[in-house]
């Protein structure tokens, strides 16, 4: 369920050791942001929403080959969902 997707990824959020090297697979909005204070720096990340759509929480990922290149992930406000190497 929704909710229980939403369950694990605050389980990642607040418990982030317990999934490194793990492979997580995720469905949500992705979405793409540039560092204020490291020029061409980018975080990548997917939105996930609970059930009701209320509330969202972000995961920041790598890709497993560890690319930075904003032109090897999914378009920003894309869907993004395979599987995604925790890092």
Same mark, same amino acid.
């Given at each position: 369920?929704?909710?229980?997707?939403?369950?694990?990824?605050?389980?990642?959020?607040?418990?982030?050791? !317990?999934?490194?090297?793990?492979? +997580?697979?995720?469905? #949500?909005?992705?979405?793409?942001?540039?560092? %204020?204070?490291?020029? @061409?720096?980018?975080?990548?990340?997917?939105?996930?929403?609970?059930?009701?759509?209320?509330? !969202?929480?972000?995961?920041?990922? +790598?890709?497993?080959? #560890?690319?930075?290149?904003?032109?090897?992930? %999914?378009?920003?406000? @894309?869907?993004?969902?395979?599987?995604?190497?925790?890092?």
């Amino acid at each position: 369920s929704s909710t229980m997707v939403y369950s694990e990824v605050y389980n990642m959020m607040v418990y982030p050791e !317990q999934y490194v090297g793990k492979k +997580i697979k995720m469905e #949500g909005q992705m979405s793409v942001y540039e560092s %204020p204070d490291q020029e @061409g720096k980018h975080y990548f990340t997917v939105i996930i929403a609970d059930a009701t759509a209320c509330c !969202q929480l972000g995961i920041e990922f +790598i890709l497993e080959n #560890g690319s930075e290149d904003p032109a090897d992930y %999914p378009e920003d406000g @894309g869907l993004c969902g395979r599987g995604i190497p925790a890092v």
